[in-house]
């Protein structure tokens, strides 16, 4: 009796993505010459995710994703969670923030909008929001909770900056050519770079590098010297 982990549509699957990692559906279609209900039905006993930019269009075998520590990862631009959908993924990263999230630090780690999406869990209540330095802060919905994160954000406002432990060294070396290459050598265009080449270096990172190394002191010195 053949089991679906050995079935002849299981393993030509596999072979798949053993080559190219994601898929779109009409790709699974043409490898199984089969409808897009026989697709799933087949990814769906294998494990299967499907990406939470470009609409969802994408899709890749559970297993396959290394993800980092806020359970997401990258490939050829096209990204996924973890934790599913894009909806689901703002809810789990708001609710685990020490300090809550605006909207760019969401956009920056998500590396796309997410405006409407807040607007929605926050009208569904799933989150909620509170005004803070003219931005909104995103927050837990549970109000202890949220009490908690306004209070460290606020913290961290009136807090001198005091940089953190580096990151790995593959980071460092990763931020500090960055800095060596980009047309626009500050922390905003290091970030927009690293987003563009698709690396999944955090802003809090290159912030940590940048104050570690005293970078925007480096690079007024360099320019008053080609005056």
């Known amino acids: ?35 897009g209900r026989t697709v799933f039905r087949v990814l769906g006993k294998m494990g299967y995710l499907s990406s939470y930019s470009h609409a969802g269009k994408y899709y890749t075998l ?8 806020d359970g997401l990862w990258a490939h050829s631009g096209v990204l996924f969670s973890r934790h599913g959908t894009l909806r689901n993924t703002v809810v789990y990263l708001v609710k685990n923030a020490q ?9 920056d780690r998500l590396r796309l909008r997410v405006h409407d999406t807040l607007h929605d869990l926050v009208t569904a209540r799933e989150i909620a929001r509170a005004p803070i330095e003219h931005l909104y802060l995103y927050v837990s919905a549970e109000i202890g909770r949220a009490e908690a994160q306004i209070a460290e954000r606020q913290r961290l406002i009136t807090a001198p900056p005091r940089p953190g432990p580096l990151p790995d060294a593959a980071v460092v070396i990763e931020v500090l050519l960055a800095v060596i290459h980009s047309p626009k050598p500050d922390i905003a265009g290091i970030t927009a770079l690293m987003r563009a080449q698709g690396k999944t270096i955090t802003p809090e990172q290159i912030e940590t590098v940048w104050a570690h190394y005293e ?5 007024r010195a360099s320019r008053r010297s080609r005056r």
Not at 99 to 107: I, K, N, P, V, W
């Open 1 to 35: 009796m053949t089991t679906p982990s050995s079935s002849p549509s299981v393993k030509k699957i596999e072979n798949f993505f053993r080559r190219r990692l994601i898929a779109q559906l009409n790709e699974l279609e043409h490898t199984l010459d089969a409808s």
């Open 62 to 69: 559970a297993r396959i994703p290394s993800f980092d520590a």
């Open 99 to 107: 300090a809550g999230h605006t909207h760019a630090e969401l956009r």
């Open 215 to 219: 970078l925007g002191k480096k690079n």
